[in-house]
């Protein structure tokens, strides 16, 4: 991006739209299903997400908020500062050689992920997204408690965040960023890492090249891609991102009153149980009688996800999925860090189309999911984890 950037000979661009160039982003793969061209929002289609317990990184969503800047891997670094003893810059192969390479599975979901059914009950605001703003991928890079244990900060102050800013512009004239608290960066079971590799090799650039956060069991949003600085702070990060995007507010909040309300709301971090059809789609004809395998994600917070039930007959019924694949951090003595998705399947030997198919599932918690979208929606339309619903014709 040009480095007078929001400046065009001379003078201050005052079309917010002007200063985001979309000429240098990457080319894609042609079986996501774009929601926004720019920025460049796109997800996976739901028959390719159960296919894959890694999803590959070509098929994994996007979610982006500006262009996708372009940085040398080679000159890149990122700055460690603010309430710090001993702030620092540090370079991706300062980085590589400073701490153990880890590698950890994990999912990550946009809080927008099945927006769509929100704005079928009342418009929101937002991308709209299906049930394809999720992915699990390997995420290699170092523990972030590592390099923050060279700046020297006061550990025992419960209210430092950890603030990450992006190198880009965002449409919203302003660096993406966003904070996570101190005590879950530090946290050895909480599995931050600053990543450069995804799936085994660097990362691709709409996913953050060269480095991004992965913050296992918190919304994708704090997963902040392209780092360019972080920056321990009081309380947390003053970025739009952070405090006028991804809050819930009652059903009766609407635009003409939020204003008063984003200070008294908190963040969201940690996701909820979440869990969807991906098999069959939504109005998907499925002769009657065939046999037929419903399939789907389910996924908490590190929780482990212990039961999937599916309905044939719209939520009278229920039968219990098999869990196919589900993360086994667990079995390294990892409890509570279940941090992949678990993917199932109901296999039925006489499908009874038509009809509607819904899916829950419930965590180690016994969380589950609320039946209705209404009783959740948001004017932001982040955060559905309702029953998830689809119709079913027959032939
Ligand atoms: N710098 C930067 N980081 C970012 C974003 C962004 O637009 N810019 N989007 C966030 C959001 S809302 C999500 S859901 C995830 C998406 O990560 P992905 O595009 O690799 O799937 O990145 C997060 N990190
Ligand atoms: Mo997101």
């Known amino acids: 991006m040009d480095v007078l950037h929001g400046l065009v000979n001379g003078m201050k661009v005052s079309d917010e739209k002007v200063h985001c160039d979309y000429a240098g982003d990457p080319t894609r793969s042609s079986e996501l299903i774009i929601n926004s061209k720019k920025p460049f929002n796109a997800e996976t289609p739901g028959g390719i997400l159960v296919k894959h317990f890694v999803t590959p990184v070509d ?231 065939q046999p037929y395998s419903i399939k789907g994600y389910a996924l908490s917070n590190g929780s482990r996800i212990v039961r999937v039930d599916v309905s044939l007959n719209s939520g009278k019924d229920w039968q219990v999925a098999d869990i196919v694949h589900q993360d086994k951090q667990e079995q390294k003595g990892w409890e509570n860090r279940y941090w992949s998705w678990s993917l199932w399947t109901l296999n039925v030997d006489k499908f009874p189309s038509p009809c509607t198919v819904v899916c829950r599932a419930w965590d180690i918690c016994s969380n589950t999911q609320p039946e209705n979208a209404a009783s959740i929606w948001n004017l932001r339309g982040v955060m559905n984890n309702a029953w998830h619903r689809v119709n079913v014709k027959g032939a």
Not at 109 to 133: F, H, S, T, Y
Not at 180 to 204: E, F, Q, R, T
Not at 272 to 279: E, F, G, H, T, Y
């Open 59 to 289: 098929l994994f969503y996007v979610r982006n908020h500006g262009p996708v800047p372009e940085i040398d891997p080679k000159t890149y670094e990122f700055s460690v500062s603010g309430l710090v003893g001993q702030p620092f810059k540090m370079s991706l192969a300062e980085l590589q050689d400073s701490a153990n390479h880890v590698t950890i599975s994990a999912t990550l979901m946009c809080a927008g992920n099945r927006r769509n059914e929100l704005k079928d009950i009342k418009p929101v605001k937002g991308v709209g997204w299906e049930i394809g703003a999720i992915g699990n991928a390997e995420w290699t890079g170092v523990p972030l408690r590592d390099v923050l244990e060279k700046a020297k900060i006061d550990l025992n102050n419960p209210r430092l965040h950890v603030e990450f800013v992006g190198e880009e512009d965002c449409e919203e004239i302003t660096k993406y960023g966003s904070s996570i608290p101190l005590s879950k960066a530090m946290d050895p079971k909480g599995d931050v890492i600053l990543a450069w590799a995804m799936n085994g090799k660097p990362l691709s650039r709409d996913h953050g090249h060269p480095l991004r956060a992965v913050v296992p069991g918190f919304i994708g949003a704090r997963s902040v891609k392209w780092i360019k600085e972080i920056n321990i702070i009081d309380g947390e990060s003053q970025n739009r991102f952070q405090q006028k995007d991804y809050k819930l507010f009652l059903p009766s909040v609407d635009w003409d009153k939020v204003d008063e309300l984003w200070d008294k709301s908190v963040p969201i971090s940690w996701l909820a149980v979440q869990s969807a059809i991906c098999q069959p789609q939504n109005n998907e004809v499925i002769p009657k009688d």
